[in-house]
């Protein structure tokens, strides 16, 4: 219960604050990211492919919480698989926005129902099978939106999901025009 009042506020608040735009290197968010993640992962071994993430602008909190969980998603669904691999890395960047993927070979989920997973308390996988609230995705669509970029899933039952989002890059300074 106390998770699910925590996803909420946190929701409720991605809604209301003002977006405080400053050079955010992803990299370091995931170096951090990792670390706090590390109790899930416990003695699991997981392989993690971090590559060529870029500067982005955006508010720093809003988007740890947003890769935050990817990651997290990332590492639960693939917890049943042997060799879990994880890759985060960038597509490149297209008019002033990067591309950045998270990939996983874990549980995957039908595409049928792609449309339904960044809705409120939307969920593929049964609590059973996979513990959660469904607001995680949710909120890391709001984030991106408010950053004034796009994301969408893919996934194959038993192969595995990558979720794609786009995300303004930093500019080198001097660079810019006002
Ligand atoms: N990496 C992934 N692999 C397979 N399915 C995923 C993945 N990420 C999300 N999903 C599917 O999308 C649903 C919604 O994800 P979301 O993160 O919003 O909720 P959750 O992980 O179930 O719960 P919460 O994040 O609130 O603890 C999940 O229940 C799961 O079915
Ligand atoms: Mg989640």
Do not use: C
């Amino acid at each position: 219960m106390n998770t699910l009042i925590d996803d909420l506020l946190s929701l409720a608040r991605t809604g209301m604050v003002e977006v405080k735009f400053e050079r955010v290197p992803l990299v370091e968010l995931v170096d951090e990211i990792k670390g706090e993640l590390a109790p899930q992962i416990d003695t699991r071994k997981i392989e993690w492919v971090v590559s060529g993430l870029p500067v982005v602008e955006g508010e720093r909190s809003l988007l740890r919480i947003a890769l935050f969980n990817l990651l997290a998603n990332a590492v639960k669904y693939t917890r049943k698989v042997e060799n879990a691999r994880i890759e985060i890395g960038s597509g490149g960047t297209r008019d002033g926005f990067a591309e950045i993927y998270v990939r996983d070979n874990g549980a995957g989920f039908d595409m049928m129902y792609a449309d339904k997973l960044f809705g409120v308390f939307q969920r593929l996988h049964s609590e059973r099978e996979f513990e959660g609230t469904g607001v995680g995705l949710a909120l890391v669509q709001r984030i991106v939106l408010r950053h004034g970029g796009t994301i969408r899933a893919h996934g194959e039952p038993g192969k595995g999901a990558e979720f794609s989002f786009t995300l303004r890059v930093g500019e080198e300074s001097g660079a810019r025009v006002d």
